[in-house]
């Protein structure tokens, strides 16, 4: 199987793990992603102002040009996915139509079959499934436990992104069984991590971010994974900010999926690179064996 990719911006800077241990997956489990060529920023945020119609260029553009190789469009990054499947959306309303059109004229780009934006995690349940995943485990996580966490761009709003049970998803869950981790249930996985406030309220990020792991140590998690570059790096990096303020503080790794994906299909260990993670996930990781 072969699909049309987009990467997105911080997939080829602070969060290459994520997409580097993707593409390699990808090619074990037995699927391709094709990168499209010249995509551009999806703008990281949907744009909500019906009056603002620039924001709304760049992810119409992609979609425009993702159209003419392919009716699925695969991301990774839950900020794009949110993005591009929310444009698309909007693209497709009856309602809409007039802003669809002028839209469409400026970027002058034939949109030339209808696209369904997916996210990598719904190719693996919804076109490979577990059962084939689980055949490609080449070193069970077993005795791992892991809290998926999702945040808010993979589920909300629920009725465009249709994803997972918007309160209570399950699909990073259903993955991390299927590797032979021991999914971790807690009350958190769709708190906000404080998102792009840690620019202008760093703070509230930390407070935010705090009782996501706070919550996730509660139920004993060894490791968290997300899928998010933002999550990544608040729920990652903040940690030291956390520690700073409370000498007691125990922090936990947190992972992109795709490093344990990676790591239980047999990637080795410069292929998941570990060394870009903050809280280093090497000691627990030991857990299954040598990460070598």
Known sequence: MRYTYYPGCTLYTT????????????????????????????????????????????????????????????????????????????????????????????VEEPFERPIEVI????????????????????????????????????????????????????????????????????????????GYLVVSQHDVAVKCSRRIIDNAADYNADVLVTTCPLCHYNLDALQRDMKAEDPDFQPIPVLYFTQLLGLATGLRKRELALDYNKIDPRPVLKKVGNVS
Not at 76 to 104: G, H, I, M, S, W
Not at 131 to 150: C, F, N
């Open 15 to 106: 969060a290459r793990s994520l997409n580097d241990c993707a593409l390699k997956v990808a090619e074990r489990i037995g699927f391709e992603l094709a990168e499209m060529p010249a995509w551009t920023c999806c703008g990281a945020i949907y744009n909500t102002n019906s009056d603002d119609l620039a924001a709304s260029v760049g992810p119409v553009r992609n979609l425009a040009r993702a159209s003419q190789l392919g009716d699925k469009l695969v991301t990774l990054c839950a900020a794009c996915y949110n993005v591009l499947k929310r444009t698309n959306t909007a693209l497709n309303d009856p309602e809409k139509q007039d802003v669809a059109k002028r839209l469409l004229d400026y």
């Open 119 to 194: 996210h990598y995690l719904e190719v693996l349940r919804d076109d490979i499934g577990w059962d084939q995943i689980r055949g490609k485990v080449t070193r069970p996580l077993s005795g791992l436990k892991v809290a998926s966490y999702y945040g808010c761009l993979m589920v909300r709003p629920p009725k465009v992104l249709q994803f997972d049970n918007p309160t209570n998803p399950m699909c990073l869950d259903d993955l991390m069984a299927a590797i032979g981790a021991e999914p971790v249930q807690f009350d958190f996985k769709t708190k906000c991590c404080g």
